[in-house]
C-alpha cells in the first residue's frame, strides 16, 4: 500500500493545530529556523544542573527525610516509578486542589502533571468529592459485585463520546486493554498483537516491543517477560503504512492495538491519510483495531476517536475518567459485542480472564459519572485546548528567539516539546531525541520555582482549573531556564 496522501484534509482537526500550522514534512510541529542554532554548551548544563539539585535538596527537607525513612518500601517509594527524579529523591504529597499541589515542605507548585492525565479532570474536582462522599460515605458499600444505575449512565456517556456501542469496567486502561485483546483473540482465532515502536499501553506485556536496526526487539528495561513480546507481537513504526500493510500480511495478528497519536515518547501525530490507512488495512486483513485513548482523550470529549471520526473495532480509555478514582473502560462495536457475547464456548461471566472482582465497582463508577457530566465536559475542553494553544505558541516563540532546534507540539489540552526539530514522525526517532540531562535541568529549575512536569517528558497539560496566568507562569519560567542555559 502506497503512503497516505500528503495532501489529504484527513485528520487535519482543531485537536492537531500547532502554531505555526503544520507542513507536510513537518506535521502538527513547528520548529526554530536553524540559521541562528547554537551548540550546547555541555559544560555550562552540568553546571546549571549541579546548581538546581543543590537548591531542591535544601528547599525539601521534610521530603528528604520522608524518603530515607521509607526503608521498607521497595525503592523508597509505594509505585517505583515515582523514585523517578531528577535530584536524588521525590517530591511528597501534602495536599492537592484543582490545578495545585502542595509538597511536605509546604511549597504549592502549578500542577501541568496532573497525575499523567490521572488528574486531568484536576484535583478533586467538586462534583466528583460529592458524588464519591455520597457513595461511600452516605449510601455506603465501594464493592459488593453488585451493578449500580451509574454504570448504565457512564457506558451511555461514553457510548456518545467514542462510538463503541457497549462497555465494560475496570480498574485501570492496563486492564481494559488486557482484556480487549484477550476478546480480540478469542474473535479472531489469532495470537499476536501488532503495535507501534514506543507506543503508550500501561504495562501490557504484549506492547513491550520496539523496532531496531536488526529487526524487532523487546524495549530496553523490559522487566521479567513472561514471554518475549518478539513472540507474541509485531511491531511497525507510526506513521509508516507499507511497514503496517507488510506485518498484517502474515495472517496471524488478531489486533493492532494504538494511540491515534503517540504520547509515550512525546507527542507525535498522524500524517494526513494515515488513520484512514490504518483501518483499511486491517479490515483487509481480518484483524480487529483497538483505539488507546488513555492519553489522546486530551484531545476532546470523545479523545482523537470522537474528534477526528475514527471507527475502531474497540476503545480502550482510563486515568482520567474517574477524576482520580481508579477506572479503567473498553467499548466494543455493536456487531462485535454481539457475536461475542452470543459465543457459546467463551466462558466470560467466570473462567475467560475478562474481569476481576473490584471491576466495575461502585465508587469507581460514581465517580465516573460525576466526572463525565459535570466536570470534563465540551466547555471545559474548549477552556483547557485554549489554554493549551496559548502555551504552545509561548514555547515555539521561546525556541524562536533562542534558536533552539526543538519542536513543540500539541494535542488538544496537552503540549509538549521534544529536542528535536523538525517534529518526529515516529517513536523510535522521537526516543532518539531524548536529552536526559537537559530534561532534568529543565524539571528541576521549574519546579524549584514552583511548576511541576510529569517526571518522565516535557509534557505540560490542562485541567479545568488551570489559568490563563498560570500558563503565563510557566512560560516566563521556561524562557529563564532557557535564557540561563544559552547566556
Known sequence: MTQPNRDSGTHTGDAQQTTPPATHENPGGSHSSGSSQQPLDRARLTALLAEERRSYQQRNPRSRTAHEKAGHLLGGVPMTWMAKSAAGFPLYLERAA????????????????????????GHSPAPTVAAVARRYGELGGATTMM??????????????????????????????????????????????????????????????????????????????????????????????????????????????????????????????????GVRELTRAAGALLVNDETHTISAGP????????????????????????????????EPLAEELWARPDL?????????????????????????????????????????ATTYTAGVERIVQDHGLPWSVVRLGARAEYRFAAPAPLNGTSSQAATDAELEDYLHLFLINRGVLLTPFHNMALMCPQTSAADVETHLSLLDAAVRALVA
Open 98 to 121: 484543582g490545578a495545585r499541589v502542595t509538597d511536605l515542605d509546604g511549597h504549592e507548585l502549578i500542577d501541568f502533571c496532573l497525575g499523567d492525565t490521572g488528574a486531568m479532570a
Open 147 to 276: 451493578p449500580t444505575e451509574d454504570a448504565a449512565v457512564v457506558a451511555g456517556e461514553l457510548a456518545h463520546r467514542f462510538g463503541a456501542s457497549r462497555w465494560s469496567f475496570a480498574l485501570s486502561a492496563t486492564d481494559a486493554n488486557r482484556w480487549a485483546l484477550r476478546l480480540a483473540r478469542a474473535f479472531t482465532g489469532r495470537s499476536r498483537i501488532l503495535v507501534n515502536s514506543y507506543s503508550y499501553h500501561g504495562s501490557v506485556d504484549e506492547s513491550f516491543i520496539v523496532t531496531g536496526p536488526d529487526g524487532p526487539r523487546s524495549r530496553p528495561g523490559n522487566v521479567g517477560a513472561p514471554v518475549d513480546p518478539t513472540v507474541t507481537s509485531r511491531v511497525v513504526e507510526f506513521n509508516d503504512l507499507d511497514g503496517l500493510e507488510r506485518e498484517l500480511s502474515y495472517g496471524d495478528v488478531a489486533a493492532v492495538l494504538m494511540e491515534p497519536a503517540l504520547t509515550n515518547m512525546g507527542i507525535v501525530l498522524p500524517l494526513p491519510g494515515y488513520l484512514d
Open 302 to 333: 470523545g479523545g482523537c476517536t470522537g474528534a477526528w471520526g475514527l471507527a475502531p473495532d474497540i476503545v480502550t480509555v482510563g486515568k482520567a475518567i474517574g477524576g482520580g478514582i481508579p477506572i479503567g473502560a473498553y467499548g466494543l462495536s
Open 347 to 387: 466462558d466470560l461471566v467466570d473462567t475467560g480472564g475478562v474481569g476481576g472482582t473490584l471491576a466495575g465497582n461502585a465508587l469507581s463508577l460514581a465517580a465516573a459519572r460525576a466526572t463525565l457530566t459535570e466536570v470534563l465536559t465540551p466547555a471545559a475542553y474548549a477552556h483547557m485546548t485554549a489554554l
